[in-house]
């Protein structure tokens, strides 16, 4: 609805009174001013075409490397045994790496970024969307927090890490456990604390290995 009703005020003079809303017909009026009257829109849209031409390959190949790099952490977080498990606590390092695109490449990058993730993770692990709906919104709340309200450093990656960790474990707790009349207070004390705790240890590996990948991006194009 929002493109449709673009392309139509395109084609029309549209004013607010106290009525509302005006909206006029006015035909090709206005592509003709900016194709026939402005001097520099010509100029202006072949240097847009040429920045997309530049920028699109980088920022798809960017967006793979983040892409593989969450594989592979839910890889490391779905296979038992491949990495130590201290008093039974599991890496949960997908969630971390949402966390940290977020921060680096706000909150659009983190919210699809982390559906591909929670896909991943609901996929192999059988577990009915969940994931995907939480990684989803943990990854868009820590982009526009960053972008709009706190810095970015290792510090606030750590406090995020924690409370999107807690949030995370929480839900699914009460989702798969709870729910299903099991009791399960124990195994948040047993397994999920110790997880998160486990898991926030590694924030900064991959805080620094978020903004390592993030600084290949030239300037010119984050702007």
């Not at 997309?52 to 790099?69: M, R």
């Not at 890496?91 to 993730?117: D, H, N, W, Y």
């Not at 929670?118 to 990684?135: K, M, P, R």
Request: aromatic share 10%; net charge neutral; charged share 10%.
């Amino acid at each position: 609805m929002p493109l449709i009703s673009s392309i139509r005020y395109s084609f029309s003079n549209v004013s607010i009174d106290a009525d509302g809303i005006s909206v006029k017909f006015a035909g090709l009026k206005y592509y003709k001013e900016i194709l026939f009257s402005d001097p520099n829109y010509l100029d202006n849209l072949r240097d847009s075409i040429g920045n997309l031409i530049y920028t699109l390959p980088i920022i798809l190949s960017l967006s793979l490397i983040f892409a593989v790099l969450l594989i592979f952490c839910a890889v490391i977080q779905n296979t038992p045994g491949l990495l130590p498990e201290p008093f039974g606590a599991h890496q949960l390092a997908v969630t971390v790496m949402v966390v940290c695109i977020a921060m680096f490449e706000r909150e659009t990058a983190g919210m699809l970024l982390g559906l591909l993730a929670g896909v991943v993770l609901d996929v192999t692990g059988g577990t009915q969307g969940i994931n995907a709906i939480l990684l989803t919104v943990i990854g868009l709340v820590c982009g526009m927090l960053v972008n709009n309200m706190i810095r970015n450093n290792i510090v606030t990656a750590l406090i995020f890490s924690a409370l999107a960790l807690l949030v995370h474990t929480f839900v699914y707790w009460i989702v798969f456990v709870a729910a299903a009349g099991v009791h399960g207070g124990r195994l948040l004390l047993t397994f999920c604390l110790p997880s998160v705790l486990y898991t926030v240890i590694f924030t900064p590996l991959w805080f620094l290995i978020t903004r390592g990948i993030s600084r290949l991006l030239p300037s010119e194009v984050k702007r």
